[in-house]
């Protein structure tokens, strides 16, 4: 239980916490999202299934262990203004906090074992100067709290500005993001098993063009998590 202070109570009172989703006020046991709302986000279970429709993304292109994704993203809905929350609105902690759940939900099925480091998906320069913070990072923070798995941020830059995704098909999202990371500043990973972080799965380009910049330097095994995948 989160301990508060007559200070936080006072603040409370006076500007009290609201559930990014539901925008009603918290209670003091509510961490970032109300309890009810965090519920009620439809979990994949992608971590159970080796076939799930995001490990299926990845088939024929590169080699990917695990894949795992909190909950599905739709549109409108839940699952969607809470990631808007995180990604547009200084939702950080609301990142950190949701990656340290999915952890722990994650955790009794061994889906961490034998991972070496954590590698979140960077944002470009001039995307996190406007910004100001990378969600994928806060995500995988969380998730390094709850496993004490490294965190290595900066073996992966994203080299290459590329427009919004949202509205873009599968081939055009390759074409955007097919080189535009590299992996220049990481040592040689041979031998290593790395979880690759980012917010959201689609097509599943992103992803695998981080993967690929990082077996380019020692071919690592590479897995891969997301708060939400769209269905």
């Given at each position: 239980?989160?301990?508060?202070?007559?200070?936080?109570?006072?603040?409370?009172?006076?500007?009290?916490?609201?559930?990014?989703?539901?925008?009603?006020?918290?209670?003091?046991?509510?961490?970032?999202?109300?309890?009810?709302?965090?519920?009620?986000?439809?979990?994949?279970?992608?971590?159970?299934?080796?076939?799930?429709?995001?490990?299926?993304?990845?088939?024929?292109?590169?080699?990917?262990?695990?894949?795992?994704?909190?909950?599905?993203?739709?549109?409108?809905?839940?699952?969607?203004?809470?990631?808007?929350?995180?990604?547009?609105?200084?939702?950080?902690?609301?990142?950190?906090?949701?990656?340290e759940l999915?952890?722990?939900?994650?955790?009794?099925?061994?889906?961490?074992?034998?991972?070496?480091?954590?590698?979140?998906?960077?944002?470009?320069?001039?995307?996190?100067?406007?910004?100001?913070?990378?969600?994928?990072?806060?995500?995988?923070?969380?998730?390094?709290?709850?496993?004490?798995?490294?965190?290595?941020?900066h073996w992966l830059?994203?080299?290459?500005?590329?427009?919004?995704?949202?509205?873009?098909?599968?081939?055009?999202?390759?074409?955007?993001?097919?080189?535009?990371?590299?992996?220049?500043?990481?040592?040689?990973?041979?031998?290593?098993?790395?979880?690759?972080?980012?917010?959201?799965?689609?097509?599943?380009?992103?992803?695998?063009?981080?993967?690929?910049?990082?077996?380019?330097?020692?071919?690592?095994?590479?897995?891969?998590?997301?708060?939400?995948?769209?269905?």
């Open positions: 239980m989160t301990l508060f202070s007559p200070l936080d109570e006072l603040l409370d009172l006076f500007f009290p916490r609201l559930c990014p989703v539901c925008h009603r006020a918290m209670n003091r046991d509510e961490r970032e999202i109300c309890i009810g709302c965090l519920h009620r986000l439809p979990r994949t279970h992608y971590h159970l299934d080796p076939l799930s429709p995001m490990a299926q993304l990845f088939l024929g292109k590169t080699p990917i262990e695990r894949c795992a994704a909190f909950f599905h993203y739709t549109t409108p809905g839940d699952a969607r203004d809470l990631i808007h929350h995180i990604k547009y609105h200084g939702g950080k902690r609301c990142g950190l906090v949701l990656g999915f952890a722990r939900e994650l955790l009794p099925s061994r889906f961490f074992d034998g991972i070496d480091t954590l590698v979140p998906v960077p944002l470009h320069p001039a995307k996190l100067r406007q910004r100001g913070y990378n969600q994928s990072e806060w995500i995988a923070r969380g998730v390094a709290r709850a496993t004490g798995i490294d965190l290595s941020p830059s994203h080299t290459r500005h590329t427009r919004s995704q949202t509205r873009k098909g599968v081939y055009d999202r390759w074409l955007d993001t097919h080189s535009a990371y590299d992996a220049h500043s990481a040592p040689d990973l041979a031998g290593r098993h790395l979880l690759l972080i980012d917010d959201v799965v689609t097509t599943g380009a992103t992803l695998l063009a981080c993967a690929q910049a990082l077996q380019a330097h020692g071919n690592p095994r590479v897995s891969c998590l997301t708060l939400a995948a769209t269905q």
